[in-house]
């Protein structure tokens, strides 16, 4: 079988890459930084309620880096395009179905969380990588700041649940 590598992308569609990925985890983060109270509201058990608003500020923080981003290479946020991850944010996983059991309903608000973070950590090391190859050297240090709080979160949502069953 012949694997056919494929041509780098000029510097012009890398950065129109970058700013629609951009877009897209811009929104759904200020969206999910609006919808975060709900969901903390839900849990349970005070430690899932601590956690949950420690990942929140971290929406906040990476929400203000994107601003600083989008300064930097003089654009504007635009949510053209931008419904994928928007509607994963906005599905919720299926958490307004309560269930009797407690604990249900917390595994459930971790398993979204970390998807979530799973999904921020995909994004932001996209962008992480296209913005190396455009030179963006204080731009990657900021998405570096971004993504390593995603690795933090995930992390901090794994003992959360260890926590449930120890």
Same mark, same amino acid.
């Given at each position: ?23 897209? /985890? ?27 608003? $420690? ?12 601003? %600083?981003?989008?300064? #930097? %290479?003089?654009?504007?946020?635009? &949510? !053209? ?10 599905? $919720? ?7 009797? /059991? ?16 799973? #999904? ?9 990588? /296209? ?7 204080? %731009?990657?240090?900021?998405? !570096? $700041?971004?993504?390593? +709080?995603?690795?933090?979160? &995930?992390?901090?949502? #794994?003992? #959360?649940?260890? +926590?449930?069953?120890?």
């Amino acid at each position: 079988m012949n694997v056919v590598k494929p041509q780098p992308l000029d510097p012009q569609l890398q950065y129109k890459v970058f700013v629609h990925n951009l877009n897209r /985890i811009y929104f759904a983060k200020t969206y999910l930084d609006k919808k975060m109270p709900n969901l903390i509201d839900m849990a349970s058990f005070k430690g899932l309620k601590l956690g949950m608003t $420690e990942f929140w500020e971290d929406v906040k923080k990476q929400i203000a880096r994107m601003d %600083i981003i989008y300064k #930097i %290479i003089n654009e504007l946020p635009s &949510d !053209k395009n931008c419904n994928p991850l928007k509607a994963i944010v906005k599905d $919720e996983f299926c958490l307004t179905e309560k269930h009797e /059991i407690a604990i249900l309903n917390d595994m459930d608000l971790i398993m979204y969380m970390q998807m979530l973070e799973h #999904i921020n950590i995909a994004c932001y090391g996209l962008l992480k990588t /296209i913005a190396g190859h455009l030179k963006y050297d204080h %731009i990657e240090q900021l998405l !570096k $700041e971004c993504f390593d +709080e995603c690795v933090d979160n &995930d992390e901090l949502f #794994i003992l #959360i649940a260890k +926590e449930y069953v120890q």
